[in-house]
């Protein structure tokens, strides 16, 4: 929804603002945060926080791509719980099973993906609805295979190894996260998938008319929606240990909130998945920040609501400074 | 005012999910006896009631294009307050009402009107809404707390010759809502604002005061649907909200009306919202176990959006 009533001022000459907006929220939150506790400064303590965003970071790249496509994936709060479900139940605690595991964690993120991209795209649904729908079953399947308790044990080492940190600094998580952005970054600006995310969340039908495999591109972009999650859901299973029912239970919100904040519009066409790590920083330190000043669960729940809200508002304002501009 | 007439004749069909309900109707009365007994029936529209009131709020929202995350927190919010302040003013019941409703109102309107001054996104700021209102209800409680008055509660359970009361107010909602959204000045300049935003404002549209109004609508169904809820338990239980609002949603969209906005049938709404409520009564007559329960509704989302999807869509989304 478009309200630009005002006519920005002819002076406002930042065509890069609007990228740079949620790594400027990011900067000025993190000052304030170091200001509010000097913990924030510490590099113990930083990459802590990263390695704390770790799931949900690894789920929101995959989600860029989707939300880059006018889409939305709001099945993957379920398919992180079913990831972490279905690797520690293969798992079964045995050493030899650890690779397996994490296979079939990440070929069950990849196949429900499919299942939502083949719906969405050649379904021509809503796809808000649908990977709702898709989350509802996803959640029903994995408490039938848990039977509603904690079951399956991950292999020794596993934990271990994700928990530790290289050279005593850099948690392994932390790498991890870093890979999949990597990997996501790759994805989006070096392949002919990526350019064609793009033009398509610009603008689907001239897309379509240029020639564009507009349903295979959308079909891919779910999967790696689904893919990415399925590692969410092993990052989470690292650094819980135990799979629980319902691990990522609500965690689409948090995904969409880091993406949305990173710029990525639902839109569509807008955004990249380096904004999204920034989108997910910047949820994280707000979390963080309710932690620190000890305050109740209650409060912390208000002020990530704020936080959102005031961090979000910064951001639409800076881009629609900027887009009102170029649009003249 | 011919424009009306041309937005009604595209609706004149009924909304293709009572097909959906016809069937779902014909496998319960053929495999569930008790399925077909009126106090069945009258149980389903009861609990329905709750859900339909938030569907039809949420679908002045939805017809403009937005959407509205908070409304399941605020039924929360509502429920746990009521509770507590008809505890608290014994005999005080009306103005509590009153409160209550205002309180909701409130809520909605502080939405809207952050949506128009931060030009914010409504989905992320009814989702941030969504957090600061559950952390409110958890300020003031963390367990079921107070009592419901016994009018409310007569309001939510109470049934005059066999006829649930809630089903009047639904009623009144819905009729309201028809008239409101398909039959008047104010529903066509919203649709036209659901159909393109940008449209709307160059042929001289106030969007900012439509998107308030429509919050302040949402607010205040959500208020509605708090005081049933309250009704239905007798308690204020804190998470009695949770995850209303993708209920709401989902009875908007099964009934015809796209996220996107542009079009509404309150008609369809209600159609979805007993679907819904059938198939809700039906795993449970047919004691299917809770969680092939979960899959079987997420399947039945996944078909029934599949079935009932607009003939041309051109867009991946």
């Known amino acids: 929804m478009s309200m630009a009533l005002d006519t920005p001022r002819a002076s406002l000459r930042l065509p890069s603002l609007d990228k740079a907006a949620v790594w400027i929220v ?22 802590n926080l990263v390695r704390q965003a770790a799931p949900v970071g690894i789920t929101a790249v995959g989600v860029t791509f989707v939300m880059l496509l006018r889409g939305v994936d709001l099945s993957v709060g379920a398919i992180v719980s079913m990831s972490a479900v279905v690797c520690a139940l ?14 079939a964690a990440s070929a069950c993120g990849a196949a429900i993906g499919l299942a939502n991209g083949l719906l969405i795209a050649h379904g021509k649904v809503s796809a808000f609805i649908l990977t709702l729908g898709m989350s509802i079953v996803v959640y029903g399947l994995v408490q039938m295979g848990t039977g509603g308790t904690a079951r399956g044990i991950v292999s020794p080492g596993f934990r271990e190894v994700l928990n530790s940190r290289v050279g005593g600094v850099l948690p392994v998580l932390v790498i991890f996260l870093l890979v999949a952005m990597a990997i ?33 591109v959308t079909v891919i972009a779910y999967v790696v929606s689904g893919f990415f999650a399925g590692l969410g859901g092993l990052a989470l299973l690292a650094r819980t240990g135990v799979s629980g029912t319902n691990p990522g ?34 949820l994280f330190i707000a979390l963080n920040l309710a932690n620190v000043a000890g305050l109740p669960y209650a409060a912390q729940l208000t002020i990530k609501g704020l936080i959102i809200i005031a961090a979000s508002a910064a951001h639409s304002w800076i881009g629609w400074r900027v887009s009102a501009r170029t649009q003249q | ?47 329905s009631g709750t859900l339909a009131v938030l569907a039809l709020g949420q679908a002045f929202v939805i017809a403009g294009g937005m959407i509205d995350l908070s409304v399941g927190q605020l039924v929360g919010l509502i429920t746990v307050v009521a509770c507590m302040m008809f505890e608290a003013y014994p005999g005080m019941g009306f103005l509590v009402v009153v409160a209550c409703l205002g309180l909701a109102a409130l809520v909605g309107l502080v939405n809207g009107e952050l949506i128009n001054r931060l030009r914010m996104s409504p989905l992320i700021l009814t989702f941030g809404m969504l957090s600061v209102l559950q952390g409110f209800i958890f300020m003031l409680t963390d367990r079921s707390i107070g009592e419901a008055a016994p009018f409310i509660a007569f309001l939510s359970n109470g049934r005059v010759g066999g ?4 089903l009047v107010l ?42 308030r109004i429509v919050f302040l609508v949402s607010g205040l169904c959500a208020g509605v649907a708090g005081l049933l809820v309250a009704g239905r338990l007798g308690t204020g239980f804190p998470n009695a909200g949770n995850g209303l609002e993708l209920d709401a949603i989902v009875a908007v969209v099964l009934g015809g009306t796209p996220l996107k906005g542009g079009r509404v049938s309150v008609l369809g709404i209600l159609g979805a919202v007993l679907f819904l409520g059938v198939l809700n009564n039906l795993l449970n007559l047919l004691q299917v176990p809770a969680f092939t329960q979960i899959v079987v509704k997420g399947v039945i989302v996944i078909i029934a959006i599949l079935a009932d999807r607009p003939g041309k869509l051109a867009q991946p989304a």
Do not use: C
């Open chain 1, 249 to 282: 239970a609500g965690m689409e919100f948090d995904v969409l909130a880091a993406v949305v904040l990173g710029g990525t519009t639902f839109a569509g066409g807008r955004g990249s998945v380096g904004a999204t790590f920034a989108g997910v920083m910047v």
């Open chain 2, 163 to 166: 006829i649930p009361v809630s």
């Open chain 1, 26 to 47: 990011l900067v000025v939150l993190l000052l304030l945060a170091g200001l509010a506790s000097d913990a924030f400064f510490k590099i113990n303590y930083l990459t």
């Open chain 2, 170 to 211: 639904v009623a009144l909602v819905a009729i309201g809502t028809y008239y409101a959204l398909q039959r008047s000045i104010f529903g066509w300049h919203l649709l036209a604002m659901g159909n393109s935003a940008e449209s709307a404002r160059k042929a001289g549209l106030n969007l900012f005061s439509l998107t």
């Open chain 1, 90 to 103: 293969v798992m079964d605690g045995k050493a030899e099973n650890l690779w397996l595991g994490i296979a």
């Open chain 2, 1 to 47: 005012m011919r424009p009306f007439a041309a937005g009604a004749s595209a609706y004149q069909r009924l909304p293709r999910i009572y097909w959906a309900l016809v069937g779902l109707a014909l496998v319960g009365i053929f495999a569930a006896p008790q399925f077909r007994t009126l106090s069945n029936l009258a149980n389903i529209l009861e609990q």
């Open chain 1, 184 to 216: 996501g970054i790759f994805l989006q600006s070096r392949t002919r998938f990526g350019r064609s995310v793009y033009l398509i969340g610009a603008n689907p039908d001239a897309a379509r008319l240029a020639g564009l495999p507009v349903n295979r």
